[in-house]
Nanobody
Framework: QAQLRESGGGSVQAGGSLKLACVAS????????MGWHRQAPGKERELVST???????YYVDSVKGRFTISRDNALKTVYLQLDNLNSRDTGVYHC???????????????WGQGTRVTVSS
């Protein structure tokens, strides 16, 4: 079965850093794009960053210059490096996959437990 398991969250002071990891299993990871979403209390789920199977990246404006997405296909892992964190980055972070139609992968709209990031000011 396709699975995604997030880790790396924690509590940090404003200006601090964290590195999130999402380990994939059960599908052709290297053929699929990966992304990170987050949700804070009282806010809608937000797409934060994506990386295609070819390494093309996207970042929402609010995190540009502070977050870096990367992937390691050998480890079937996508990372999100969070630098210069602020209180608005607080939330639960989830990863997701987007695969070509001919590649069976995890559904994008089914979320796991995620990993919680808390930034104190």
């Amino acid at each position: 079965q396709a699975q995604l398991r997030e880790s790396g969250g924690g509590s940090v002071q404003a200006g601090g850093s964290l590195k999130l990891a999402c380990v994939a299993s059960g599908y052709d990871f290297s053929s699929c794009g990966m992304g990170w979403h987050r949700q804070a209390p009282g806010k809608e789920r937000e797409l934060v960053s994506t990386i295609t199977n070819q390494g093309v990246t996207y970042y929402v404006d609010s995190v540009k210059g502070r977050f870096t997405i990367s992937r390691d296909n050998a480890l079937k892992t996508v990372y999100l490096q969070l630098d210069n964190l602020n209180s608005r980055d607080t939330g639960v972070y989830h990863c997701a996959a987007r695969c070509p139609p001919w590649i069976p992968g995890p559904p994008e709209n089914v979320w796991g437990q995620g990993t919680r990031v808390t930034v104190s000011s």
